[in-house]
């Protein structure tokens, strides 16, 4: 049902009236958003392409494109916890990044990157279940993730940040930039809200539309 509600946003201009858009900024549990790398202007951004090296699990990138339906993502609650539609994402909450439309966390593990040789992250698990490499912590200096804020994503069980190396991949995915894991918050590791579907607060009982 979820996947039928986006692809009926995908396919007209609006789902809702524009004034429901500033009834609330706050990034919460359910919500389906574009994660944007502030310092590099691509959304993170995920397909069923497997790296060639390392895990060999299924590749995240970083792409430039708005348009791309593949850089969906869902914020679900941590492992065997569950988080109410709707509910806030407070800053050091724990959350998992599901792939809309493979249904695979963001999941990072020791296992090095195929160009610049950082940790690297994949998209991991089946039908939304994983491990406990899929969880990221949110850092952000609000008390609540905030839509229009940069915040990293440091991930639990390594303690890298969720980032960009800027380096770039050839074919059969030309352009698209590698995303990794690093020890430091440094230049590539900021990120903000693109566009999505953001489920409000519950005293709302609402959803509003950026423009996916």
Not at 44 to 72: P, W
């Amino acid at each position: 049902m979820l996947n039928l509600l986006v692809l009926t946003c995908l396919s007209i201009i609006s789902c809702l009236p524009s004034y429901q858009a500033t009834q609330t900024n706050v990034v919460t549990c359910g919500s389906i958003l574009k994660l944007l790398n502030s310092d590099y202007n691509f959304r993170l951004h995920s397909h069923d392409v497997k790296y060639g090296s390392g895990s060999g699990q299924q590749s995240v990138t970083g792409v430039e494109q708005k348009e791309d339906v593949n850089s969906h993502w869902v914020i679900k609650a941590q492992t065997n916890e569950l988080c109410e539609r709707g509910e806030p994402i407070a800053c050091g909450n724990t959350i998992r990044l599901e792939h809309l439309s493979t249904k695979k966390n963001l999941h990072s593990h020791h296992f090095s990157s195929p160009l610049s040789g950082e940790q690297e992250v994949s998209a991991y698990g089946t039908d939304g279940l994983g491990d406990t490499g899929d969880h990221w912590e949110v850092v952000c200096s609000n008390e609540k993730w905030m839509r229009d804020a940069h915040v990293r994503l440091r991930h639990i069980d390594t303690g890298m940040y969720l980032g960009m190396s800027g380096r770039s991949y050839g074919r059969p995915i030309s352009g698209q930039m590698e995303i990794v894991g690093v020890h430091n918050p440094r230049h590539g590791t900021r990120w903000t809200t693109a566009e999505g579907l953001f489920i409000v607060p519950k005293d709302q009982d609402q959803l509003t539309h950026d423009e996916l």
